[in-house]
């Protein structure tokens, strides 16, 4: 427990729990863990978003396909796609990085392919009467510090010089405040076409589908050794064997565990609170039509309303510890959920009398280029895709069609961005990269902290927070 009683939800989070009591998303439903022997056209190894997605577009590829997807937590989603903040965006905010790694032509070409899951979110929801909360909002994104000030000038020139300047407009403290009156924001940038849901709805809604379309799931079945074949071989840690011409991982932070990969991620926690249902207390701060927030830090705080009327405040802010392990810290850690709900106190003082009721976390699968990577293990039979870096809601339905599309061999617009087949930027070999993990992401929340004091960082801090981003890593503003 934290100061004022707020419960950890080690083991699921409440929009889980929330998703599982409607009894339309049938999470009731029993997928037992494999046991024995068994062959697939297709195995799925996750059962995320960037999974489901897969076998969802695999099936709509080629409706015979038997796929078999495993799962390692009780259920589909209770990993970070049920625990996110539910942010359902592209990838216009790394407008500035796409451009450095591929070029004006290539980043316009996945900036909008991954902007178009938005809407092909909202209709897949629609078509499947899936209620996932689904509001088209737009994204704020405002200074909380003086230092963050004008830190977004140079994406939004970026967009006006390629002609998509649309996609961002700023706005001054007043018309950011008229939005949302948060009394620690000044100017900002807002994003129309952004959206958020509720990601355990999204989550469940896809498990109800792909077992209605025949697929194979289950569920407390991870896995403990993949071969890569041809043909593909998985064997969980209790002993079942899935034997598949073609197989998928769809692992998120977990890929980190891969030796093929253990240097192309740094798994990172990033939790978050939530609020009892105040709708009255939104209305009378003018946050009424459900935007997305989040502020220029690069630790970055983010929050969002609920169809209740609550408040969903969140940070990415945890300490990186030894060996960035994969552990129950990941999913709670009490520093951090303690300084997210002085936080939300700051942010939203006339809530000082609503009650926080709830509180998790869960990693993400950071990469150095802040962008996924898909590609396909040699002999052409085991694919993989990874690394949203905090922000899989949108892309990781654009991962599903990479992913399908690498799995049945099609050569069409999803396999050819240049997301895919190419390598991951590597962080330094160990002890390096634990170490200088740990070093930067404390200097960074620590000069973070020091700018919300309007204050200057120590030259130490400051010079360590800064070794990052000398070093060609995107790691944020």
Known sequence: MIGGGLPPQTHISWWMEEARADHDLAADVSCPPLTGSISADVVVVGGGYTGMWTAWFLKERDPALDIVLLEADEICGAGPSGRNGGFCYGMWEDLEALVRSFGDEDALRVAHAAHRSVGEIEAWLTAHRVDAWFVRGGHLSAASAPAQ??????????????????????LT????????????????????????????????????????AGVRIHERSPAGRIGAGPPVRVQTRAGATVTAAQGVLGLGAWTASLPRFRRAIVPRGTYMVLSDPAPERLADIGWTEGEGLADWRVAVRYFRTTADGRIAFGAASAAAG???GLGPRLRYDNTSVGKIAADFRRFFP?????????????PMDVTGSHQPFFGTYPGGALHYGAGYTGGGVGPCHMGGKILSGLATGADDEWTRLPLVHREPRRFPPEPLRSAGAALAQGAIVRRDEAHDRDEEPDPITDLIAHVPRWMGYELGP
């Open 322 to 324: 030894a060996g960035v």
């Open 149 to 170: 000030h004008g830190t977004w000038r140079g994406l939004v020139e970026e967009a006006a010089r390629l002609g998509v300047g649309d996609r961002f407009v700023e």
């Open 350 to 362: 006339s809530w000082s009398a609503v009650p926080l009721i709830a509180a998790w976390g869960g």
């Open 173 to 212: 403290a007043e018309q950011v405040r008229a939005r949302a009156h948060v009394p620690v924001f000044g100017a900002g940038v807002f994003q129309p076409g952004n959206a958020t849901l509720q990601p355990a709805r999204l989550a469940l809604g896809l498990r109800r589908e792909l077992l209605e």
